[in-house]
């Protein structure tokens, strides 16, 4: 079992940066891709970025490349998002979720129904 905890969101003016922050519980939170997903009022949840077990490699969406990197202390059980040139259009609730089945070495997961637990979320607002 893993428990996630995001914190890091609040209000931000457009162009300022927040790092959002994933603390993860249990024993194979160190061993699991996590991802960081967003979803904003009236639309659905879409991905935002992920990062490999080990930290070798991240993918990152389309919509905030060159934004937004994604990182890892296993140490610290912490994964997280740093967000740079914030618009309003990246105001929404950030989620993280880890994948604890069987995963591969060479993969990103990049859809939500390829994670297994996920946290409770926290509000980004990007304001003009």
């Known amino acids: 079992q893993v428990q996630l905890v995001e914190s890091g969101g609040g209000l931000v003016q457009a162009g300022g940066s927040l790092r959002l922050s994933c603390a993860g519980s249990g024993r194979s939170f160190s061993a699991s891709p996590v991802g960081w997903f967003r979803q904003a009022p009236g639309r659905e949840r879409e991905f935002v970025a992920t990062?490999?077990?080990?930290?070798?490699?991240?993918s990152i969406a389309d919509s905030v490349r060159g934004r937004c990197t994604i990182s890892r202390d296993n140490a610290k059980n912490t994964v997280y998002l740093q967000m740079n040139s914030l618009k309003p259009e990246d105001t929404a609730v950030y989620y993280c979720a880890a994948r604890t089945r069987i995963s591969s070495a060479y993969y990103s997961y990049r859809q939500e129904h390829e994670y297994d637990y996920w946290g409770q979320g926290t509000q980004v607002t990007v304001s003009s």
């Open positions: 990062i490999r077990w080990n930290g070798s490699r991240s």
